[in-house]
């Protein structure tokens, strides 16, 4: 069983930045792919971002590629999303979710609202 709790959420200005993180429980955190999902009001869940289990590959939405980062530190059993230049359009509940094959660990969201 894996817990994952998201933070870094809030309000920023269009063009801004925040780094949302994601702390797992458990001692397999290594063994996991981890991924950043979006939930915009009304619209259904969509992929944003994954991250390999050693950190070595990376994929990312057409919509958030070259401005989003995701990164992992296995040591502190903690996943990363650096978002940069931020667009209304990025408003939404940010979710972590780990998993090997399909993801089957999800956390409760942070919200991430985008003034325009």
């Known amino acids: 069983q894996v817990q994952l709790v998201e933070s870094g959420g809030g309000l920023v200005q269009a063009g801004g930045s925040l780094r949302l993180s994601c702390a797992a429980s458990g001692r397999t955190f290594s063994s996991y792919t981890m991924g950043w999902f979006r939930q915009a009001p009304g619209k259904e869940r969509e992929f944003v971002a994954a991250?390999?289990?050693?950190?070595?590959?990376?994929n990312y939405a057409d919509s958030v590629k070259g401005r989003f980062t995701i990164s992992r530190d296995n040591a502190k059993n903690t996943v990363y999303l650096q978002m940069n230049s931020l667009k209304p359009e990025d408003t939404a509940v940010y979710y972590c979710?780990?998993?090997?094959?399909?993801?089957?660990?999800w956390g409760q969201g942070t919200q991430v609202t985008v003034s325009s």
């Open positions: 979710a780990a998993g090997e094959t399909l993801y089957d660990y």
């Open positions: 991250i390999a289990r050693s950190g070595g590959s990376t």
